[in-house]
């Protein structure tokens, strides 16, 4: 059974806070375009907000400060998928209103209904969207690779130790270049 690629927060709002983004878009990029030649699902999970903010809560920690700042709004570049990797046709946008690409959406169906028992997750943030899906995907019972070097956290370290210590001890851990060979062996067989 073929894995469902998963690509978190790779948006034009999140890239235009990060620095050195270039060198991880490229290398995001041809891992997307290995995956389509291999004919990998491929599912982009984008956070937006629709007006008005009604999914603001007053005890959640990050929320209000989108809110104040006025970003991530259904409708505005910021929610769109990062032209580096536009979505193809057939590919599924969802939209989430929280960190973990699970909570209150339904990535779970779409999983299930392509038959996906593993996922392959790539994005933004290390520290956030990736590893609160990564966590919630383990509950959920599916087997995980990451791809460690197609997702970025703003401290190197904290990716550094997420991908070393946390993730490597329940998931698959790989550079896209060994996963997209792994494809390519599939493939030929």
């Not at 060198?23 to 995956?35: C, K, M, Q």
């Not at 929610?79 to 973990?100: D, N, Y």
């Not at 990535?107 to 996922?119: E, T, V």
Request: aromatic content about 6%; charged content about 25%; some cysteine.
């Amino acid at each position: 059974m073929a894995p469902v690629l998963l690509i978190l927060d790779v948006q034009n709002g999140v890239i235009d806070r990060l620095d050195n983004t270039e060198p991880y878009l490229e290398r995001l990029a041809s891992t997307v375009i290995s995956a389509r030649k291999a004919n990998v699902k491929i599912i982009h999970v984008i956070t937006g907000f629709r007006p008005g903010y009604p999914e603001n809560h007053p005890k959640n920690s990050s929320v209000p400060a989108v809110v104040a700042r006025g970003e991530y709004l259904e409708g505005q570049s910021s929610v769109q998928v990062h032209p580096a990797i536009k979505p193809s046709f057939g590919e599924v946008v969802l939209t989430k209103r929280r960190i973990s690409a699970f909570f209150a959406t339904e990535l779970d169906l779409l999983l299930r209904c392509a038959n996906a028992q593993s996922i392959v997750v790539a994005g933004l943030i290390t520290s956030g969207a990736v590893l609160s899906t990564v966590r919630q995907a383990m509950d959920m019972d599916y087997r995980i690779t990451v791809l460690e070097d197609c997702c970025m956290d703003r401290d190197e370290e904290l990716h550094r130790v997420l991908m070393d210590k946390v993730f490597a001890r329940k998931t698959d851990v790989v550079s896209a270049k060994e996963w997209v060979e792994k494809l390519s062996i599939v493939k030929v067989r």
